[in-house]
């Protein structure tokens, strides 16, 4: 592929990108993401705080929400109680369906994309 065809490719696809952003899903995804994200900082830091003390501030609770919402888990902050064990592991199922559902969005506004240029090049042939 010459530089010209990437360069092209590259520009329709960031502008596919722009679509998908663009979409009410995406939009619903992501105030979703940052509304779970925010409640599940404050619930596990109201179950953690009072016997972990790597729960002290609100800002750690939502560090270790953010990581483990977001599948990178670093590891260093992890629930000691039971309870803050289960929120975690909620964390993480929802997680993984919020990001998955973003890829999903995302790649049927690609496949959407490609339909329409492949159905643009039939009518041009013709």
Do not use: C, W
Not at 76 to 97: E, H, R, V, Y
Not at 115 to 126: F, G, M, P, V
């Amino acid at each position: 592929m010459g530089i010209k065809k990437h360069h092209e490719f590259m520009m329709e696809y960031t502008l596919v990108l722009i679509a998908a952003i663009k979409r009410p899903a995406f939009i619903f995804l992501g105030f979703m993401a940052a509304t779970l994200m925010s409640v599940f900082s404050v619930i596990i830091h109201l179950i953690e705080s009072p016997t972990n003390p790597n729960f002290e501030s609100y800002l750690e609770s939502a560090y270790f929400t953010v990581s483990t919402m977001t599948s990178v888990g670093y590891g260093d902050i992890t629930p000691q109680t039971q309870l803050g064990k289960i929120t975690a592991m909620a964390m993480m199922l929802l997680g993984t369906f919020i990001f998955v559902s973003f890829t999903g969005v995302i790649a049927s506004t690609v496949i959407e994309a490609e339909l329409e240029a492949k159905q643009k090049n039939r009518k041009s042939e013709s």
